[in-house]
């Protein structure tokens, strides 16, 4: 049994996203689908939703394309920074759903930390970290089977299907 007023909250923080989404130029329709992507990666990660396309996760942050869109983007950001590399800060390793740096897209900071990709696409990733710092690359059995170059380093074309976990360093 939910606690009392936990629906409520729930319902409150859904309108609040719901909003957000409609300030972004989405229309009903389009803040529907953004939502249920969203829920289907909350299914399948230890993520909480804090913003109508951006799940936070342990060590990391999950942002999703707009319909519409190619490329996810911040929507609680005034502007890019100017050390980004494709959408990817200084220090994090970013996973992207498509080739290019396009879709959604997985930014991760937390060193040792093994970080669940779904994706069975060919997609595309950035190393945006210090030249030292090295992104490994995991099978479905946790074993290490590949490590990027040092930051600043890149692939714009990378095959998901072999790979279940990203560390970034």
Not at 31 to 40: H, I, M, N, P
Not at 70 to 92: E, I
């Amino acid at each position: 049994m939910a606690a009392p007023g936990a629906a409520g909250a729930a319902d409150g923080a859904r309108a609040d996203f719901t909003a957000q989404a409609k300030s972004a130029g989405l229309n009903a329709a389009q803040a529907r689908s953004l939502q249920k992507r969203v829920d289907g990666y909350l299914a399948s990660t230890n993520g909480t939703q804090i913003g109508a396309n951006k799940i936070a996760l342990p060590g990391g942050e999950l942002l999703l394309a707009l319909p519409g869109e190619q490329k996810a983007r911040d929507l609680d950001a005034a502007a890019v920074p100017g050390d980004t590399v494709n959408g990817c800060r200084y220090s994090y390793v970013c996973a992207y759903m498509y080739e290019s740096f396009n879709g959604d897209r997985f930014d991760m900071f937390t060193c040792n930390h093994l970080f669940r990709i779904t994706w069975n696409t060919t997609g595309s990733w950035i190393n945006n970290q210090r030249a030292d710092l090295y992104a490994t690359f995991y099978s479905r059995d946790q074993v290490p089977r590949w490590t990027s170059d040092g930051g600043l380093s890149w692939d714009e074309s990378a095959d998901w299907r072999w790979v279940w976990y990203v560390s970034p360093c």
